[in-house]
């Protein structure tokens, strides 16, 4: 009963998205909710059930048989009709189109580079940790749009990269967040490359000389202590390398207040190698001896 039916003919009208195809690259077209054909078709049931299975797009190629007005870009049947015709199978008929014009806005694209920022929750293994940053591949991308959609995007955010008990080098493809209007803007990429070097840490210990600055001429001073112990956390690769004369230890007498008794040191300088860098005393008594 069901093949006899679907072997008659039948005349029904169905409801086509549509695709835009070609669209010129400086210019970005604006999807537009109402957009869509009516189109009245003849054929047999087997030939229009694909229709009903799911929801079926109309090509409209912005190279030809459109029109460009000021702000917007305009379909008329009467120009489009063979290009829809020949969407379909020979063996159906298409009676009529509705509406008659469909118009599309666009703007201007402009091209922004934007950074991309890593979200990470990434746990590392007890004495384990990231020898230097994280290394993104790309750290930024290029974003192509209408500008009033894309002034206000700064930059573009990861899926956080969510990892535990890690004791080894990272290497991960992260996909980016892409923004609310991501359907009219062209990304450069959507996804990016996030690597890390993974190492073994360990604490460390120097003592480091304390300078005094800014000590009027006719003044001397005595202080105590002269050395103050700087605690460091850095990878076992680098420990070798740290050196007392890679960190400086200051204290300011111009910031001492008349009734104060005591310098508080300040580290002034420390290698890049390290960090988590302390100080293993808060003041330094001194003495005015002339």
Known sequence: MILTKLSKPYISTVKFGINKVNIPEEHV?????????????????????????????????????????????VWNSSLGYSDIISQFDKDIEVLNINPDTLKFRYDVNVIKKIPVVLNEQVKFSQGYDLIEHYQLM????????????????ASIETDTLFLKDIKNNIAINLPLRMPEVADEIKF???SILVSAEVGKFTEGSLKVPIQIKNVPANIKIKY????????????LQNFNTVKIEDFMVECDFSEVSEKQHYLIPKIVKKPENVRNVKMGQELIEYIITE
């Open 188 to 190: 450069s990429s959507n």
């Open 29 to 73: 077209v604006f999807n537009a909710k109402n957009n869509q054909l009516k189109v009245s078709v003849k054929g047999q049931g087997f030939s229009l059930l694909q229709y009903y299975l799911k929801k079926p797009l109309i090509n409209i190629d912005f190279t030809k048989n459109i029109t460009k007005m000021d702000s917007f870009y």
């Open 224 to 235: 105590f202590p002269k050395k103050v112990n700087v605690s460091f956390y850095t990878s």
């Open 138 to 153: 790309p750290d930024s991308i290029k974003i192509i749009g209408p500008e009033s959609l894309i002034e206000e995007i």
